[in-house]
């Protein structure tokens, strides 16, 4: 964008980023994976937080609560990694902070990964993680999902799945960098292709492939959430930057959603790339779109609880 200047911390990581290039294409999985640890590693430094590993109906989990955080509002977050990467301890920073900036308790879950496990295990062990939420005692109006990338897309994905079994939903929900779209239509994916250093068109195809698997329907509802029906879904926050291969996929849901009647926020950062919030850790642009997201969720659930409130008030007069 003419006239808008970077950080030199920002800066710094794309030379980094792009001095060592990883095609998902073309890479082992298994290097992927460690390559993605290897990165989050370079940026681990959480603020202090106590890190307390479970199980969710089977599903691995990992809480993380800030001493400041009202453990009885949860974020439920749902990691990147194209379905085939991450982990619940490459996103530890990251889950730390928005503990301490939404003064939450922050759910980490550890879903299932492609190729091993297939499309909808992602989409069915994030269900069975908020159902596990809601059995424990914690209410729909104080949990708001969060996920990045393939996590974003997870989350409303999840979303849709609970919409439609009959599950009361969340306060809200935050997509950073949302891969929403496996088929890869948007503009974005040619346009940003030399933009983008961490995600490219054929890498991003080749996770959609081993996610739904060879001859797998990429435009399943459930698996690129652009294709669903997006009525009736609580308030969304969708963080993208406008060097990203997947911008058109966060603009597109922006404007399904608001069609759908839905009521969306969406948070539109300048010469960004994909995931960027998750550089908090060093990068001034990350820290200050995490800032945002955490206020974000602050307020949604703030917001539901005095809605949930006054409702329960009307009802109590009634009676």
């Known amino acids: 964008m003419p006239g808008y200047e970077v950080s030199q911390e920002f800066t710094a990581l794309l030379d980094r980023l792009r001095s060592a290039p990883l095609r998902a294409d073309s890479t082992p999985i298994a290097e992927l994976r460690a390559s993605f640890e290897k990165l989050a590693a370079a940026f681990y430094d959480p603020p202090p937080v106590d890190f307390v590993p479970g199980n969710a109906d089977g599903v691995d989990i990992e809480w993380a609560y800030a001493s400041t955080c009202d453990r009885t509002q949860v974020v439920l977050?749902?990691?990147?990694?194209?379905?085939s990467t991450g982990s619940i301890r490459a996103y530890r920073d990251f889950c730390a902070r928005i503990s301490h900036g939404a003064e939450a308790a922050v759910l980490s879950v550890g879903y299932r990964l492609a190729p091993e496990h297939r499309f909808p295990a992602a989409v069915e062990d994030s269900?069975?993680?908020y159902r596990w939420l809601?059995?424990?005692?914690?209410?729909?109006?104080?949990i708001v999902i969060a996920g990045d990338s393939a996590g974003g897309g997870l989350t409303m994905s999840t979303l849709i799945a609970l919409r439609d079994s009959g599950v009361e939903l969340p306060a809200a929900a935050v997509c950073i960098s949302p891969k929403t779209?496996?088929?890869l239509t948007g503009t974005s994916v040619q346009e940003k292709a030399y933009a983008d250093p961490i995600v490219t068109p054929d890498g991003s195809y080749t996770h959609g492939v081993r996610y739904v698997g060879e001859g797998g329907d990429l435009c399943h509802p459930l698996a690129s959430p652009l294709y669903a029906d997006l009525h009736s879904l609580p308030p969304v926050l969708i963080q993208v930057g406008t060097a990203e291969v997947l911008l058109d996929d966060s603009l597109r849901l922006a404007r399904r959603l608001r069609d759908a009647g839905g009521v969306v926020d969406l948070d539109v950062?300048?010469?960004m790339i994909h995931i960027f919030p998750f550089f908090a850790s060093r990068i001034p642009e990350s820290k200050r779109a995490l800032e945002y997201l955490s206020a974000f969720i602050k307020h949604k659930i703030r917001s539901s609880k005095a809605e949930y409130e006054r409702t329960a008030c009307r009802a109590d007069g009634i009676r």
């Open 77 to 83: 977050y749902l990691h990147g990694g194209g379905f």
């Open 181 to 183: 779209d496996l088929a």
């Open 127 to 129: 269900v069975t993680a």
């Open 134 to 142: 809601l059995a424990s005692g914690i209410d729909a109006h104080r």
């Open 269 to 271: 950062w300048p010469e």
